[in-house]
């Protein structure tokens, strides 16, 4: 009897985490010019295939963190210089560990198991590229970020 509460718990979670990866996969944004080739390097592949999808999905998450950011920090950002608020993001993403953990783990609650994985193998060189990605992504959109500019 045990044995079959055992084997139906563990037939349950097997289905939820299923759900869970087909769920996440369904709500990615495509991205053509994202491609994956036989030819990269798996590091590139997983950045194409997983971390660009992912990171475009969560552009939002990353706006207001980083709005809110700013905030937090006394709204030093807006009188800065152009110039010096791109430092500002670059400071902020890979100076400031805290805000640096917060925006990995938007990133990487989004893996599936299989993804999480592949990335448990290599994090330290995904995690640069993650962050890179993230950094260009905020100061590509560095006029949401004036005073006033509402989303």
Do not use: W
């Not at 944004?29 to 992912?54: C, H, W, Y």
């Not at 709005?67 to 920090?73: A, F, Q, S």
């Not at 890979?94 to 599936?112: A, C, E, H, P, W």
């Amino acid at each position: 009897m045990i044995g079959r509460n055992i084997a139906s718990i563990i037939f349950m979670k097997t289905a939820i985490m299923s759900d869970r990866c087909t769920h996440l996969l369904r709500i990615r944004p495509e991205i053509p010019s994202a491609r994956v080739t036989q030819n990269m390097s798996e590091d590139e592949k997983f950045q194409n295939g997983t971390l660009r999808p992912i990171i475009k999905f969560q552009n939002p998450m990353f706006v207001a963190m980083f709005r809110n950011y700013i905030v937090k920090y006394k709204n030093a950002f807006h009188q800065l210089s152009a110039q010096k608020r791109f430092k500002y993001i670059e400071n902020a993403v890979q100076k400031d560990m805290k805000f640096r953990n917060s925006l990995k783990g938007i990133v990487v609650g989004q893996f599936t198991l299989e993804e999480y994985e592949t990335y448990i193998k290599n994090s330290s060189a995904l995690n640069k590229r993650m962050m890179n990605m993230v950094v260009e992504r905020l100061k590509d959109q560095i006029q949401l970020f004036e005073e006033g500019v509402l989303v």
